[in-house]
């Protein structure tokens, strides 16, 4: 089962910040908080990844709280382009395997 | 350089028959895994493969298997297909080694069973 709960829609207006958040109240100390997306019928995209420490990247950014039971993706200008489903996932770091558990994720419609 | 590359985009078989689906990873990626997503199910992962060995399995029945080459291409077989085997089939790659640990994946083989 994945060990991630996420809202299963939000709306964003074109342009403006798209903020969306990520529980994983039992993440183990050794294990990342990764970011996918899927636009409609396409491959997964990878976004970004971290531990603990807040991460950027060209993409986006990612917001770990303290005690790393919760993130927040953050898209800074939203465009209509960004309409996807977000993925939360919560895996181990350190090459032992690639296996990624998906969860339902956040359908993020961008609005004109 | 290049993505990971699927083949074919498109399939429609009828119950009863078996299908091949092929996965070309990224240049210098040992890693790959297959993913069925259906829109009732979501994502889920089938198996795993490094450097030819099976690393993981999902709880998938025996009708499906995989397999790996030592150019790391991957191909993966659903032998007597099921009308519930239509499915979007991802694969994805990945170095998995030092930092590197994101998966990239192909655009999809859209399997219909009819």
């Known amino acids: 089962d994945a060990k991630t709960t996420q809202p299963p829609s939000m709306d964003c207006a074109e342009g403006r910040a798209a903020n969306l958040p990520c529980n994983h109240s039992t993440i183990s100390g050794n294990e990342y908080v990764y970011w996918y997306r899927q636009i409609h019928s396409q491959g997964p995209q990878y976004i970004i990844h971290?531990?603990?420490n807040n991460e950027t990247n060209e993409m986006a950014s990612l917001i770990i709280t303290e005690d790393r039971k919760s993130s927040t993706l953050i898209l800074p200008h939203a465009t209509l382009r960004d309409t996807a489903v977000y993925y939360c996932?919560?895996?181990?770091?350190?090459?032992?395997?690639?296996?990624?558990?998906f969860g339902t994720g956040t359908l993020l419609a961008v609005q004109p | 350089k290049a993505g990971v590359t699927q083949t074919p985009r498109y399939l429609i078989k009828t119950r009863g028959q078996q299908v091949t689906l092929s996965c070309s990873p990224i240049s210098g990626h040992r890693s790959v895994s297959w993913y069925q997503q259906t829109p009732g199910q979501g994502l889920q992962f089938l198996f795993e493969y490094f450097s030819e060995t099976q690393r993981n399995k999902g709880n998938f029945p025996g009708r499906f298997s995989g397999r790996q080459f030592s150019n790391s291409r991957s191909e993966m077989n659903v032998s007597t297909l099921e009308l519930g085997d239509s499915a979007l089939y991802l694969c994805a790659s990945s170095r998995l080694e030092g930092s590197s640990t994101e998966a990239f994946f192909g655009q999809g083989t859209r399997l219909t069973v009819v």
């Open positions: 996932i919560v895996r181990g770091y350190g090459g032992a395997t690639n296996k990624l558990i």
């Open positions: 971290g531990l603990k």
